[in-house]
């Protein structure tokens, strides 16, 4: 059972313009959400995150959406550079302080994100 | 260290021969989790700990995979008698003390790329 889904395997962006990489997720106890960058022969980079008290955090070029009543979430990415290809995972957890329990973030299956220039 | 070491960075390994995989996470971090990604998929999660114990074992495939901590620190997944399905890039990750009122990002090392002919 997939819990977090990230249903577009691709996505290419020429240069300059808006990425939006989407994620949705299953379980209601998720409550902290982040999305992580992979470049090949690489471990992820976190990038972002947000708490499911907020419905977006900004960080320069990068601002995540949280719509809690969808239970989904976006990346958006604007400039997109070309530096920016890469794959990009958002992943799910359930925070300490609901105290239910396994505190492990459930990653989805990644976007291949492709800008062009 | 400045951040998550992981050793080797490759492995080789005959079908049916253990293997020892090393994890030294971020000082101070006192989870630390275990995710493996076979080719084109995402990434799987397979154990975490938070000092010593593990909490949640819930991802490791089979009786062959096992790991442990110790002094809070290193970690050492192993799998006994690989097979070819085990080939994969496992990764591991840590992050701050968990159930305190702030959410925290795991840190990823390089991951280790395991082949097993």
């Known amino acids: 059972d997939q819990q977090v889904k990230q249903n577009s395997p691709s996505l290419s962006v020429q240069e300059g313009r808006i990425s939006i990489l989407n994620c949705d997720y299953t379980n209601s106890m998720f409550d902290y959400f982040l999305w992580y960058k992979k470049y090949p022969a690489e471990g992820p980079t976190f990038l972002i995150s947000i708490s499911s008290i907020k419905d977006k955090n900004e960080d320069g070029r990068f601002t995540v959406f949280l719509n809690k009543s969808a239970k989904h979430l976006s990346l958006h990415i604007v400039p997109s550079q070309p530096g920016d290809s890469a794959v990009y995972f958002c992943?799910?957890?359930?925070?300490?302080?609901?105290?239910?329990?396994?505190?492990?973030?459930?990653f989805g299956t990644g976007t291949r994100l492709k800008v062009l220039a | 260290g400045a951040g998550v070491s992981q050793s080797p960075s490759n492995k080789v390994t005959e079908k049916g021969k253990d293997v020892e995989l090393r994890c030294d996470p971020i000082?101070?971090?006192?989870?630390l989790y275990w995710y493996r990604q076979s080719l084109g998929q995402g990434l799987e999660f397979l154990i975490y700990f938070q000092g010593n114990s593990a909490p949640d074992k819930s991802g490791l495939p089979s009786d062959r995979f096992s790991a442990e901590r110790t002094g809070g620190s290193v970690s050492t997944l192993t799998i006994q008698r690989t097979q070819q399905e085990d080939s994969a890039v496992y990764l591991c990750a840590s992050s701050l003390v968990l159930g305190s009122l702030e959410n925290t990002e795991a840190f990823f090392g390089q991951g280790t790329r395991l082949t097993v002919v």
């Open positions: 992943a799910a957890s359930v925070s300490g302080r609901l105290g239910s329990g396994t505190y492990k973030y459930i």
């Open positions: 000082s101070g971090h006192t989870a």
